[in-house]
């Protein structure tokens, strides 16, 4: 199972907007990432291929999960940043 979206907000290592953005992606059993790998033909993303058109497709990857980075690459992405985020309760 793969989730993709469209984000017009800033997305770490891109320069452009709108951009396809792979969310939630599950992958299980011999079949890995097939739902993955799908997401990243979806032709209404490509240029030209609709009325929204994207030049880069972004994913993120919790910083300790090898097997996602390992897929990403497979997939074709390369990494371009790493982000830690903070958070501060306000009572």
Same mark, same amino acid.
């Given at each position: 199972m793969a989730e993709a979206t469209v984000r017009r907000d800033y997305v770490n290592g891109c320069s452009t907007s709108p951009v396809a953005f792979l969310g939630r992606h /599950?992958?299980?059993g011999r079949h890995g990432d097939d739902g993955a790998r799908r997401a990243c033909s979806v032709a209404p993303w490509k240029p030209g291929a609709g009325s929204v058109v994207c030049?880069? !497709?972004?994913?993120?990857a919790v910083i300790d999960n090898e097997v996602s980075h390992l897929m990403h690459e497979a /997939?074709? !992405?390369?990494e371009r940043e790493r982000v830690v @985020?903070? @958070?501060?309760? /306000?009572?």
């Open positions: /599950l992958t299980s030049r880069e !497709f972004a994913s993120d /997939l074709g !992405f390369e @985020c903070y @958070c501060k309760p /306000l009572d």
